[in-house]
């Protein structure tokens, strides 16, 4: 029994264990393989190296959109906008455009060189069409009769400041005698008016005696050609409650406003 045991136990030693095959290892391109035919070999670490460039696939392809008319030479062409349009309208067009085309410097550049090139031609306009609209009164005054030019002599044109705060006094005038007419006539209104209209003209003329007597004619003046005028008006134009009276006063206020404004 013993020398049973003995050789069974010497065949089972010398009998090969049978191991499952090993899978095999894979390899990988561009990955570093850990030495050949060790066991238990490091895991190799995959490196992955890519670049996404402008243009290219992926994200790449969305490109910044280049304006497509920022080769032309025309200003208004270029923004899409008409030549008589507002600088509203060009401001618009140049904000939608820069809007639409951000991003890409040389379509922002395009743009804003041609809204300057619009805003600076009209600029230009206003000021050569002022220039040229007191160029041609001025050649009118010039080429006109003797007798005009010395008409033209007596007048004056004061400033905006002046003739806005002339107008505010005799408009306040005007409005006191509508709003009265229905108790009392506009007598108090009018010698107001009148001696307002003679300080006005004594403060430019320096000389009281001629700034009553021109006051005075301007008052008389007035009132005459109110009285021719008035008549002639259409009933259905005026109010009820105006009289002949208040209307003719209307008219002297404006003659005594456009004598001490613009008599020299």
Known sequence: MQAAAAFNRAAFTARPLHRPPRPPLL?????EDGPAGRRGAPLTRLRCSGS????????????VPVFPRQQSWDPYKLLGVDHD?????????????LKQYAGYEESEEAIEG??????????????????????KI??????????????????????????????????????????????????F?????????????NDKM??????????LGIFVGGWILGSLLVPAIPAFIIPPTWSIEL???LLAYVFMFLGCTYLK
């Open 138 to 187: 001025k050649k009118q005054v010039e080429e006109s009769p003797s007798w005009v030019k010395a008409l033209l002599g007596y007048f004056e044109v004061p400033s905006l400041e002046i003739i806005s705060r002339r107008l505010a006094f005799f408009g306040f005038i005007a409005g006191w005698s509508i709003a009265t007419s229905a108790e009392s006539g506009p007598a």
């Open 206 to 215: 320096k000389n009281l005696v001629r700034a009553s007597t021109t006051g």
């Open 114 to 135: 041609a809204y300057d090139k619009i805003i600076m031609n009209s600029y230009s306009h206003r000021k050569h069409s002022k220039i040229n609209l007191k160029s």
């Open 85 to 97: 349009a507002s600088e509203e309208e060009v401001r618009s067009a140049r904000n939608f455009l």
């Open 189 to 201: 209104q009018l010698a107001l008016s009148l001696v307002s209209c003679i300080y006005f003209l």
């Open 247 to 249: 209307l003719t006063s």
């Open 52 to 63: 996404l460039s402008v243009g290219a696939g992926g994200y790449g392809n969305e490109r």
């Open 27 to 31: 390899h990988i391109a561009g990955a």
